[in-house]
Structures are given as C-alpha cells and as structure tokens.
C-alpha cells in the first residue's frame, strides 16, 4: 500500500469542506474513505483533524514544566495533577468511533511529545528529607514529592500501557527498575506500619502499591519487562 504526507491528507480534508460545504467530521470521513479506496496506507496520519491536540500538548508541557529544576517551587501541584488527570482521560477510549481515533491518536503522542518520559520521571521515590532520588538519572532533583503527582502517574501509565502494547516497550530501559524501587520502598514502610511504627500516611502508602502492582501485571507481559521483574523479586506478581 502507498502512503501519503500529513499535508496531502490535510488539503483533501480542507478541498471537502471548502468545495462541498461539508462539516469538519463530514469532510474527514470522507477524506478517509477516498484512501482506502485508493488503498492508501493512513497508519501513520492524524485522521482526528486535529481536534484537542493544542489542549493535550499544552497539559504534557505541564508536566515537563514541573520536572525543570527552576520552576518546582512556582508551578502548582494541583496543576499537575489535573494535568495528568486529564492525559489520562483524553487516552481513554469509549464507544464512540471518533472519540477512539482522538484517543488512539493521544496515545501515540504520548510517545512521541514526551508525555511517557515525564510520567516515568514523577513515579519517582522521595528517598531522604532534602530531596527526591531518581533512579532514572540516578541524583537528588530538589523539586519534592508529592504522594497525589505520584499516584495519579502510575494509574495514567498502567492506562496507556493496557491499552496500547506499544507503550509497554517503551517502559524501558529504566521503568522496570524504577517500579520495582517505587514498590521496595512503600513495602518497607507498610511493614514498619504494621510492626509497630504507626504512620499517618498509610492508606497512601497502601494505595501507592496497589497502583504498582497493577502496573507491573501490565507492563509484565512483555518479555523483557518480566526477565526485569524477576531479579525484584516480583516474578509472583505476574503469575
């Protein structure tokens, strides 16, 4: 099958609107009919029209925006949560036929705008008092955890990941690690709860590693992610 540019895609869209007053959503269905009769290959096109995508690239510079070392203490962390919260919402898929193409779409932009490195960045572990370790660049970065950020980051990654096989290879090199860390450290202090040394915090705790734990069933399906799991010690997660 031959393929086609964004741009040819683009003006035949816009040839249907301008020359036979179709509807945006008309004149989309109907560019999308005319390639397939053509057998053109539209895999790698944007057959959405580009609806919402100002809005969804706009919520993963939010999230970079957080991760950049001078603007941690001026960026809101209800912000950031409503923005991940949304990321997720707008890749869920639904009933309705364009809604999943808008949301297949975001998936995939997910990839490629940055959006899956600024989540696998805020599944991060507050390792001391002064700062955040990251296992992926493996120093302290002084913006501070925040248990909401984090929570909200794995249930969003557990959500591309089911959906999209792609995503799941994506998770590496470093994902795997660093959930296996996020879970050793929740699991140490669910224990020291449970041992005699109460915390205030842990049904957040809990939460965290429930969050965890679905996201490893997911991404341990592929292969590799598995052989990772296994030296964690969480190969019975995964039966």
Aim: proline share 2%; with cysteine; glycine share 6%.
């Amino acid at each position: 099958m031959r393929k086609i540019s964004q741009e040819t895609f683009d003006e035949v869209v816009q040839e249907n609107i301008e020359d036979f007053d179709m509807t945006t959503g008309d004149a989309l269905i109907e560019a999308v009919n005319q390639f397939r009769i053509q057998e053109v290959d539209l895999s790698d096109i944007d057959v959405t029209g580009g609806v919402g995508m100002t809005e969804f690239v706009n919520h993963i510079t939010a999230l970079e925006d957080y991760l950049r070392e001078e603007n941690y203490l001026t960026v809101s962390v209800d912000s950031i949560v409503t923005a991940i919260v949304a990321l997720n919402k707008l890749c869920s898929k639904s009933n309705d036929i364009n809604s999943n193409k808008i949301a297949m779409r975001n998936q995939n932009m997910m990839s490629t705008k940055g959006g899956l490195t600024a989540l696998r960045e805020l599944m991060k572990v507050n390792n001391n008092q002064t700062g955040v370790y990251s296992i992926l660049n493996k120093k302290e970065i002084p913006y501070p955890l925040d248990t909401r950020i984090q929570i909200e980051s794995i249930k969003c990654m557990h959500a591309l990941c089911k959906s999209n096989v792609a995503n799941r290879d994506f998770f590496e090199p470093g994902g795997s690690e660093l959930l296996v860390d996020v879970i050793r450290y929740y699991h140490t202090k669910v224990v020291q709860h449970i041992c005699g040394a109460p915390d205030s915090s842990h049904a957040i705790h809990v939460n965290i590693l429930c969050c965890c734990f679905k996201l490893c069933r997911v991404v341990g399906k592929t292969e590799l992610n598995k052989c990772k799991f296994v030296g964690g010690y969480l190969i019975l997660l995964l039966k």
